[in-house]
């Protein structure tokens, strides 16, 4: 079984869905988009860099 990719732990950033083993939450990449960036970019920036 694959592990979920989006994870809310009460312990990390108040239980903001987060990508696992990060302190990105989910929403960043939703706002990312929105803006007319790229995954890509997003992806590229760092901002998924992981723990």
């Known amino acids: 079984m694959e592990k979920p990719v ?3 732990d009460p312990e990390i950033m108040n239980g903001t869905p987060c990508f696992r ?6 929403k960043n990449l939703i ?3 929105e803006g007319g960036h790229s995954l890509e970019e ?3 920036n760092g901002q998924a860099t992981e723990d």
């Open 42 to 44: 997003f992806l590229g």
């Open 21 to 26: 083993g990060t302190r990105v939450p989910f």
């Open 6 to 8: 989006i994870v809310a």
């Open 31 to 33: 706002d990312y988009l």
